[in-house]
């Protein structure tokens, strides 16, 4: 299985919204609604955002929203914050019964 | 609150066998999916297999026969053995919970660093 494509880094100032995309094909982002979204802080463990293309988990703020359109899903961060520099990665259900994760994205907040 | 906490040594040598111990507290794993995941020294997210609520498994195919991951209920504990390992299995592994096995891990452990080397 190959990995999801995203891309290796997003950068945005605070207060500005960016998104960042993650491609797959039917085999997994097209064909179901389980994508999900992690943020990676350095050193630390992933945490999950956004799952089932558009959830998100309690406590996980109101700016981070997810969707899909076709074999590609997105996540958008809205009203950037010094915190949100992380890296992201999305990850994939899949049609023989796996998980597939994309490559990562670095977000820069300027 | 469940907790998840990754164990085995930190140092394995070339064609010998990395085995690692994830021990859940505070829930069962009797029920959902239980993952796990490597992260190579500044690369991304790897899945490399799940063990689920019933015993059943599922691995990443890309590792082939090289995995194993097994569960003992009574020590509500999972495990991962990945054999015959290269210096290209380095990296922090991470064992974490997911509700439906659809890829939304929602509790990692803190991940543990394995290195391959002689």
């Given at each position: 299985q190959s990995a999801l494509t995203q891309p290796a880094s997003v950068s945005g100032s605070p207060g500005q919204s960016i998104t960042i995309s993650c491609t797959g094909t039917p085999s997994d982002i097209g064909g179901y609604d389980y994508v999900s979204w992690f943020q990676q802080h350095p050193g630390r463990a992933p945490k999950v955002i956004?799952?089932?293309?558009s959830h998100r988990p309690s406590?996980?703020?109101?700016?981070f929203s997810g969707s899909k359109s076709g074999n590609t899903a997105s996540l958008t961060i809205s009203?950037?914050?010094?915190?949100?520099e992380a890296d992201y990665y999305c990850n994939s259900y899949t049609s023989s019964s796996s998980v597939v994760f994309g490559g990562g994205t670095k977000l820069t907040v300027l | 609150q469940v907790q998840l906490q990754e164990s085995g040594p930190g140092l394995v040598k070339p064609s010998e066998t990395l085995s690692l111990t994830c021990t859940v507290s505070d829930?069962?794993?009797?029920s959902h999916y239980w993952a796990w995941i490597r992260q190579p020294p500044g690369k991304g997210l790897e899945w490399i297999g799940y063990i689920y609520y019933n015993g059943f498994t599922n691995h990443n195919?890309?590792?082939?026969?090289?995995v194993t991951i097994l569960r003992d209920t009574s020590k509500n504990q999972f495990s991962l053995h990945l054999n015959?390992?290269?210096?290209?299995?380095?990296a922090v592994y991470y064992c974490a919970r997911d509700p439906v096995g659809s890829g939304s891990m929602d509790v990692w452990g803190q991940g543990t660093t394995v290195t391959v080397s002689s």
């Open positions: 956004i799952y089932d293309v406590g996980v703020s109101i700016r009203g950037l914050q010094a915190e949100d | 829930g069962s794993i009797s195919p890309s590792l082939k026969s090289r015959a390992v290269t210096a290209a299995d380095t």
